[in-house]
């Protein structure tokens, strides 16, 4: 015997009710009669099977209530439209606000019943743990687009709008997904590393980047497969994260930061947050270009600026050192190292290979080799002394 659907419109669907409600395990099965076998009279029972003529008790669909309570949003969904097209239908809204009073307000309230599920059904997005949880997911999104779907409708049937019409579900779910990453991004709950060597700043940053690194990748093997392809979620949450991390790491550098802080929080943009980005896995499901970038160019510009002085300083610094270790040394009649015949110094050496770790790093930082040829601008004095 063929399964019925929690409402007439499911028989629309490109699903079967059995197909949409099996993640949900045996709960569902509860709500479905078995069906009671009597025999009618003159039937008899041959070798313990009752005769062709025995009759079956009709199935019980499951009400709105069982439905909620078994997360499967999508079908108590259905039931209310059903109940909405029944209401509204065929009267007009006087005859209908007089005659239904009482179940326009019941509709009305199992409408904010159901929202309020749907809500926290998504609130839960990037924290499933549980088949079931999942399949929650997949009902409320479903639930969401059919109630999209129905506001269009009583749009263009042009009735007076309802107090629930339109229920604009597609824009409260993606309000609550722009909290939901803003409070994970607050909250971080990835440990932080070796937080006795970094700043609160520097803290603040790797604890931002790594959750938004964590949260991007479940999204792209979770979250993603709960919603249609036309919804494109997972540039929705790129979109996301990488705003509400823009908007962090710009006050962060309103601040006067110390050239420390200023390292840590150049390297995060130019460096590690693009290589975050540039995973395959969310490579192949982000379009990366469209972010742009996470700080605008002025504040980004005197960051570099800020960067490449320290690194610039740093390398004269040294420099001098080792020169002045090298004079110091020739002053008490030290020797330099024979090589073949040849005075040798370790000079030369020590100071190529210090230049060169310095431009490398600050060229992996910038991304610009134009801007890094500032750091041996001046090593025209050293080459003359």
Known sequence: MQTQ?????????????????????????????????????????????QSPTEEEQ??????????????????????????????????TEADALKAHEEAVKKLAADYEALEMHIKQTVQQSLSLGREEEVSALISAVKAINLEEEQDQLWRQRCRTPRAWRPKKWKEHHDKVLHELVYSRLENPSSPTGDQENQSSIQADIQS??????????????????????????????????????????????????????????LRWVKEFYPGILEKPELASNINTKAL??????????????????????????????????????????????RDVGCYVSPVAYGVIQFINGIVTSAHITVRDPHKVQKITSNLTDFMQR
């Open 5 to 49: 659907s929690c409402s007439s419109t499911t028989a629309t669907s490109n699903s079967s009710p059995e197909q949409t409600l099996r993640a949900g395990g045996k709960w569902f099965k509860k709500f479905w009669r078995s069906p009671i076998i009597r025999p009618n009279n003159g039937s008899s029972i041959t070798n313990g099977h």
């Open 58 to 91: 009709p199935v019980v669909n499951p009400t709105f209530e069982e439905c909620l309570e078994g997360q499967y949003l999508f079908e108590a969904a259905q039931l209310l439209i059903d109940r909405e097209k029944h209401l509204f239908g065929e009267l």
């Open 208 to 265: 931002m980047g790594r959750q938004l690194k964590e949260d991007m990748e479940w999204v792209v093997e979770v979250v993603k497969n709960c919603y249609p392809p036309e919804m494109d979620i997972c540039n929705f949450y790129a979109r996301q994260y990488h705003q509400t991390f823009s908007a962090r790491l710009r006050k962060i550098a309103d601040f006067v930061l110390d050239d420390k802080d200023c390292s840590f929080l």
């Open 292 to 337: 742009g970038n996470l700080l605008p160019d002025k504040l980004l510009k005197a960051l570099e600026e800020q960067y490449l002085s320290k690194q610039q300083s740093d390398l004269m610094i040294y420099t001098d050192r080792v020169l002045d270790e090298a004079k110091k040394e020739w002053d008490q009649g030290k020797e330099p190292t």
